[in-house]
C-alpha cells in the first residue's frame, strides 16, 4: 500500500463522457492526495457474474482519466482501487484480503502505478483489532450496529469517531442519492442476472441440441449396423442359395450320368439279349439241320 494519506480532496463521484450515449460507471467515492495519487472506494453489497470485469473497468477508466489533451504519459500517477465486498467473491478462497497489482509470471512489476483491493466482509471475523486496515473493515461490517454515544473501545480513534459521526449525520437529501444510485446499480446487476439467466437458458438449450444429435447419430450408427447385419445375412442367404444350387447341378450332373449308365447298360442288355437270341435261333437253326439230316438217313440208308 502506499503512504498514508494526509490531504484528500473528494471528487466528483461519477465517471463523466463527453456524450450521453457512452457508459457511465459511478463510484462511492474519488480521491486524490497531496501526491496526485487516485483513490477509489466502492462498497458492493450483491455480487454478480459480471463484476470482476465492471472492477477492472473502474479502475482502468480512473486511471485513463488521468491525462488531458496534450499530456504526456510521465504525467500518469498510481491509482488504487478498494472495494468492499458484500458477498463472496473468490469462494475458494478463505482469505478475506485481495490484492491485485500488473505484474508478470515471476512476481515483476511491470509498473508501480498501483492496484486493485478486494475486501470480502463476509470472511472477515477478527474480533481484536491490531492493524487500521482491520479497524476501517470491522467499521464498514459492524458501524451500522453501533452505538455512536457509547463507542467500543477499537473505535476510539479521532478518525473512527469522526467517521461514527458522518455516519450518523447523513443528510435525507445524502441518503435519497445514495438511494437513487443504489437503484440504478439494482437495476444494472438485474440486466447483468438476466443476461446470465439467458446465457444458462442458451445453454441448456445447446446442450439438448447437442444430446439430440448425439441420440440422432446413435440411432443412426444403430441404423447403420443394422443395415449392415442385415446386408451380411442376405450375402449369407446368397452364398447358401449358390451352394444350394451348385448341389442341385452337381446332382442333376450326377442324375444324368446315372441316366447314361442305365442306357448304356439297356443297350448292353438289349445287345446280349439279341446276342442270346442269334444263338437261339443258330442253335434252333443247327438242331433243324441235324434233324433233318436224321431223317434223310433214316429214308435213305444207302443212297
Not at 480521491?31 to 472492477?55: C, F, G, K, S, T
Not at 438449450?205 to 447437442?210: F, I, L, Y
Amino acid at each position: 500500500m502506499p503512504s498514508p494519506v494526509t490531504q484528500v480532496d473528494i471528487l466528483n463521484p461519477y465517471n463523466e463522457r463527453e456524450f450521453v450515449t457512452d457508459k457511465l460507471s459511478i463510484v462511492d467515492v474519488k480521491a486524490r492526495d497531496d501526491h496526485a495519487r487516485l483513490y477509489q472506494a466502492e462498497i458492493q453489497l450483491v455480487n454478480h457474474r459480471d463484476l470482476p470485469a465492471r472492477i477492472l473497468y473502474t479502475w482502468a477508466d480512473l486511471y485513463s482519466q488521468q491525462l488531458q489533451s496534450g499530456q504526456d504519459y510521465d504525467a500518469l500517477q498510481p491509482t488504487y482501487s478498494i472495494w468492499l465486498l458484500g458477498e463472496d467473491l473468490l469462494r475458494g478462497d478463505p482469505c478475506y484480503a485481495h490484492r491485485y497489482r500488473l505484474r508478470d509470471e515471476r512476481d515483476r512489476c511491470l509498473l508501480d502505478h498501483g492496484g486493485i483491493y478486494l475486501f470480502e466482509l463476509n470472511k472477515f471475523a477478527t474480533e481484536h483489532v491490531e492493524t487500521e486496515e482491520q479497524r476501517w473493515l470491522k467499521f464498514f461490517k459492524d458501524g451500522e450496529h453501533l452505538n455512536a454515544d457509547h463507542l467500543p473501545d477499537w473505535m476510539q480513534t479521532p478518525e473512527m469517531r469522526q467517521a461514527m459521526t458522518i455516519l450518523k449525520a447523513f443528510s435525507d437529501k445524502e441518503r435519497a442519492y445514495h438511494v437513487y444510485q443504489a437503484r440504478q446499480d439494482f437495476l444494472r446487476q438485474q440486466r447483468s442476472i438476466q443476461r446470465e439467466l439467458d446465457d444458462e437458458r442458451a445453454a441448456r438449450a445447446a446442450e439438448r441440441a447437442a444430446r439430440e444429435v448425439e441420440r440422432q447419430a446413435k440411432e443412426a450408427a444403430l441404423q447403420a449396423r443394422e443395415a449392415e447385419r442385415q446386408a451380411k445375412e442376405a450375402a449369407l442367404q446368397a452364398q447358401d442359395a449358390e451352394r444350394q444350387a451348385k448341389e442341385a447341378a452337381l446332382q442333376a450332373q450326377d442324375a444324368e450320368r446315372q441316366a447314361k449308365e442305365a442306357a448304356l447298360q439297356a443297350q448292353q442288355d438289349a445287345l446280349q439279349a439279341q446276342e442270346t437270341e442269334r444263338q437261339a435261333k443258330e442253335a434252333a437253326l443247327a438242331e433243324i439241320e441235324r434233324l433233318k439230316a436224321l431223317l434223310h438217313d433214316r429214308d435213305h440208308p444207302t443212297d
